[in-house]
């Protein structure tokens, strides 16, 4: 009998609402779940491309700091123009 | 140098539709040879064997042999996969190279434009730019080979391997029960119908005489659909005109004969024992008392034991060598923790992945001495995949422990860490060592939730600028 156990990713990217304003910055984020809330800063950006020889990733990551205290980091795909909150 | 095989006996040509033919004899060989250990096999030497299988003494023996062989069996299981490509110019390339890869196998389109076995790949595409090169996928030929002999045992328990595509079937007794020679070889050729597609089975051929080296020789002369069956009286005569390229013996000593102007058994025959004894010690011997017919090898059964198999399907194809250590790691661990394991030592392990876009790759090794330590298990793997890493990022990787030895070394004698889990200090995984109670507690979780909720955080790709790359979790099941 063989075992085929499959690793499971951790810090897998959940899909969020996000509303942006005319220059595609995030202003209002909404969790699964939960109610909106005002993106009050965003602290830093980054970008990804990789993986170009297999399915490719580009994404453009913003760590933000929400009106009620709490730090997502989220992120623009930029394939699908869908927005991702994760951790790690 | 090598002539062309004559048409009319001894015909080791590959016959069928789509496949290379009037092949010379040295090219036969070449094909087939990679593998002579069948003929030269004995007790002694199989019982320490760094195969996995080991004869299982004379009484099972059987001097009546059938040898069922499929030329270019990994390429035809690869047609059969992809029947897109059977009309098209197909070469396969030989499995583990990394650097300077060459061709294995060619079809009949790919060998009319000149490509051959063993030429580099820049050499057969600018002889065939329209070649289409396929990667080898031993784990997919090594599981059809598994099902044609588990198969071929319900018609005889006397099956012994030769390699992937030639098997030998030991039929001494059979006649009673399937009736004459050739409605054996229907039965047995039936068999594998139910395994394999028509095409494969109908380009198999088959051959039996007594003894291994007579059914080998009468397969390879029989065309595909028409056995060929050689009576003891006659094994001589059929000897007399087969090429000395037949022989199972150092390609060294065929060469030599061949430039001595000795093409057939039947005029190698004509030398007296001694001399060729001096020109090529025990070779020739051998060589001499096949064509005579004076030496039959019985079919040995071989006993196969269940490999313990393990594998890990990564979310994502991995080729970071540290991830595919760690992996290995954890994967002997499982290993060694299965049932099926304890009680007994490992001497044989294998290490093998399923490549990103296709294709398989494997390593095998013999370990020095009998060992249940993970550490002594994984290292050898490690050193191998060292010097022939896989082609590419590896999509599942899987560990079989093939050949095992008595239990484990004395010393475990003294060691009381099994018998109580309070004797174990620290959790400390990384050998292996799972205390007692957390075991227990793990068995009792698997009962009353039917799986195990408990995982591990492994690394996959620490350094991974994709944050769902880096860790991932992995069932916990000692």
Not at chain 2, 102 to 118: I, L, Y
Request: aromatic share 6%.
């Amino acid at each position: 009998m063989s075992h085929r156990p499959r690793l499971k990713p951790l810090a897998r990217p959940k899909v969020v609402t996000v509303r942006t304003d005319d220059h595609g910055e995030p202003l209002f984020v909404r969790l699964p779940g939960k109610t909106a809330r005002r993106v009050a800063v965003v602290r830093e950006r980054w970008r990804i491309d990789d993986e170009w020889w297999r399915q490719t990733i580009s994404r453009e990551y913003r760590t933000v700091v929400l009106d009620d205290g709490a730090v997502l980091t989220l992120y623009h795909d930029l394939l699908d123009d869908s927005w991702h909150v994760q951790r790690g | 140098m090598a002539k062309p095989v004559s048409s009319a006996q001894g015909v080791p040509t590959h016959q069928g539709r789509g496949w290379a033919q009037n092949r010379t004899s040295a090219d036969w060989l070449a094909s087939t040879s990679n593998d002579i250990e069948w003929a030269t096999r004995q007790e002694a030497r199989a019982s320490t064997s760094s195969s996995s299988r080991r004869s299982t003494g004379s009484s099972r023996q059987s001097r009546q042999a059938l040898c069922l062989w499929l030329p270019t069996f990994e390429l035809r299981l690869e047609l059969v996969r992809s029947p897109e490509l059977d009309s098209t110019s197909v070469a396969l390339l030989s499995p583990g190279e990394s650097t300077r890869r060459t061709v294995w196998q060619v079809s009949e389109r790919a060998h009319a434009s000149g490509v051959r076995p063993g030429q580099l790949v820049s050499q057969a595409v600018s002889l065939c730019t329209s070649l289409t090169l396929l990667e080898p996928d031993p784990a997919h030929y090594d599981a059809a080979v598994d099902t044609m002999l588990e198969v071929l045992t319900e018609i005889t328990p006397v099956v012994e391997p030769a390699g992937r595509g030639r098997v030998f079937l030991g039929m001494d007794g059979l006649e009673r029960l399937f009736g004459s020679p050739h409605r054996q070889i229907r039965r047995a050729l039936r068999s594998l119908f139910r395994v394999f597609p028509s095409p494969l089975v109908a380009a198999t051929r088959a051959g039996m005489a007594p003894g291994k080296f007579g059914a080998w020789v009468a397969a390879a002369s029989a065309r595909s659909g028409s056995p060929v069956v050689v009576p003891p009286e006659r094994l001589r005569d059929f000897f007399a005109r087969c090429p000395v390229g037949a022989l199972p013996v150092d390609p060294l000593v065929i060469s030599r004969l061949e430039r001595l102007g000795i093409q057939t058994l039947g005029e190698l025959r004509r030398f007296p024992e001694p001399s060729l004894v001096a020109q090529f010690g025990e070779d020739g011997k051998n060589a001499l008392a096949w064509a005579t017919a004076r030496r039959i090898d019985p079919v040995r059964p071989q006993y196969r034991p269940r490999p313990i198999r393990v594998s890990l399907e990564f979310p994502t194809p991995v080729g970071m060598v540290g991830t595919l250590h760690g992996a290995l790691d954890r994967l002997v661990e499982r290993a060694l923790a299965r049932p099926a394991r304890r009680g007994r030592s490992v001497t044989g392990v294998r290490m093998g992945a399923h490549l990103e876009g296709g294709g398989s790759w494997f390593v095998e090794t013999v370990l020095r001495e009998p060992t249940s330590d993970r550490e002594r298990i994984a290292s050898p793997l490690r050193s191998k995949m060292e010097i022939s890493p896989p082609p590419k990022a590896v999509e599942t990787l899987i560990v079989e422990l093939t050949d095992f030895g008595a239990a484990s070394t004395q010393t475990g004698l003294f060691d009381r860490t099994i018998e109580s889990g309070r004797a174990t200090s620290s959790l400390d995984f990384d050998q292996g060592e799972v205390p007692v109670t957390l075991r227990d507690a793990v068995k009792e979780l698997k009962l009353r939730l039917g799986h195990s909720p408990l995982y591990r955080v492994v690394e996959v790709d620490p350094w991974s600028r994709i944050p769902e790359r880096r860790h991932a979790l992995l069932s916990f099941d000692p």
